[in-house]
Structures are given as structure tokens and as C-alpha cells.
């Protein structure tokens, strides 16, 4: 089944302890990105990548990182998180960039004591 | 920068009945995509605009895409409690940003 998989779907910790949330596609596509999603704000993006080794800010970077070493992952890390990191996380793909459809993962609910 | 709005946030309907949100934008778009989450889910996608004054169908759902590329719609017709959720609109000019989203509610 073609999809977007991420871990964990939960996930509590506390300020400052290093953290990385997966996402995996099994589509082949070339173009992933990570949002967060807060009430009142929609859908803002961290990163995205069109390809592997490409990777670039979106419009709220701030205390994130990501890699693409490989093109079906695209991993999540926060060095050292603060509470006002607590958000829903989604990793989305889509096959060659944004002007397609993109392609959500069931999300990571992430809070930050 | 290029901002996207989006109205209103919160839509309580009366099962059967009919509800429109709207989407604007700043900026002229290229297209405007549009997302429905269920509470708890995730976004999915149900439909992309490219033309202007474009005008598509989904069975009840019915998508808007303005003459001048900077505004967008979504018509539900004859509400149902399948309905509910957030609907988001997305417009891509130089990137692609979302609005903020429109919380269906329905009373049956």
C-alpha cells in the first residue's frame, strides 16, 4: 500500500532532550516536507526537501533539522526542545513537488515538558 | 510575503444544509489545492485548481477558482455527518501555503 509512515504516533518528552521523528515513503517520490500544525494556524512548513541531498527552510526552521540521505526517508531531529515545540507533526511526499498532491503521513503528536 | 486566508474559521451546520468556505490569497496563485482532515487524521487530499474561474465537482462538494487566481471556494451542498472535519485550502505561488482552515461542525 502506497503511503506515508511516521514514528512515533505519540511521543512526550523534556526540554532539551535530542529527539528525532521518522518519516518514510514507499512511493518513490522525490519531493518530502515536514509541517506542524497548531490551532488558529493551519499547516506551517519546517523543511522540505525536492531530492536527495536537496534541503531546504521552510517558513518556521527555527530548532529543527532534517537530512535526506536516502530519498524515502526524511527524519525530524530536534537537538534540544523547548515547550514551545509541543505541536503536531505531519511529514507529507509528493511525487516531483508542491504543484502535485501531496501525500500526508497519520502524524506525530509531540509535547514538551 | 504571500499570506493565505482563510474564512471562517469555525462553520456549525445543520445537518442537510448547505455551507461555503473561502480562501484568499495575497498573491496571484498559480493553483490552490484543497485538503479535508478528520478530526484526528490527517490531511487528505480532495482536489487542485490550476485554471481561472475553474469550476470542479466532487458529488456534493463544488470548488471555485477565482478569474483573477487570488481566491478559491468550497460549496457543500445538502451537509451530511460525513462532513465534518477541517477543510483546507493550499495556494502555491513561489511555495505552497496553507490557510489557516475551516472547522466543520454538524448538528443532526
Known amino acids: 500500500e502506497a503511503q506515508v509512515t511516521q514514528n512515533p504516533r505519540y511521543l512526550i518528552t523534556v526540554t532539551g532532550k535530542k529527539l528525532t521523528v521518522t518519516c518514510s515513503q514507499n512511493m518513490n517520490h522525490e519531493y518530502m516536507s515536514w509541517y506542524r500544525q497548531d490551532p488558529g494556524l493551519g499547516l506551517r512548513q519546517i523543511y522540505y526537501s525536492m531530492n536527495v541531498e536537496v534541503t531546504d527552510k521552510g517558513d518556521v526552521p527555527e530548532g529543527y533539522k532534517v537530512s535526506r540521505k536516502e530519498k524515502r526517508n526524511f527524519p525530524l531531529i530536534l537537538e534540544s526542545p523547548s515547550p514551545n515545540q509541543t505541536s503536531l507533526y505531519f511529514c507529507?511526499?509528493?511525487?516531483?513537488?508542491?504543484?502535485?498532491?501531496?501525500?500526508f503521513g497519520s502524524g506525530t503528536q509531540l509535547s514538551v515538558l | 510575503g504571500q499570506q493565505v486566508m482563510q474564512i471562517p474559521q469555525y462553520q456549525h451546520v445543520q445537518e442537510g444544509e448547505d455551507f461555503t468556505t473561502y480562501c484568499n490569497s495575497s498573491?496571484?496563485?498559480?493553483?490552490i489545492q484543497w485538503y479535508k482532515q478528520r478530526p484526528g487524521g490527517h490531511p487528505v487530499f480532495l482536489i487542485q485548481l490550476v485554471k481561472s474561474g475553474e469550476v470542479k465537482k466532487q458529488k456534493r462538494l463544488t470548488f471555485q477558482f477565482g478569474e483573477a487566481k487570488k481566491n478559491s471556494s468550497l460549496h457543500i451542498t445538502a451537509t451530511q455527518t460525513t462532513d465534518v472535519g477541517t477543510y483546507f485550502c493550499?495556494?502555491?505561488?513561489?511555495?505552497?501555503?496553507f490557510g489557516a482552515g475551516t472547522t466543520v461542525t454538524v448538528r443532526a
Open positions: 507529507a511526499s509528493s511525487p516531483t513537488g508542491w504543484d502535485e498532491k501531496l501525500f
Open positions: 498573491t496571484t496563485l498559480s493553483n
Open positions: 493550499a495556494g502555491l505561488d513561489y511555495k505552497l501555503s
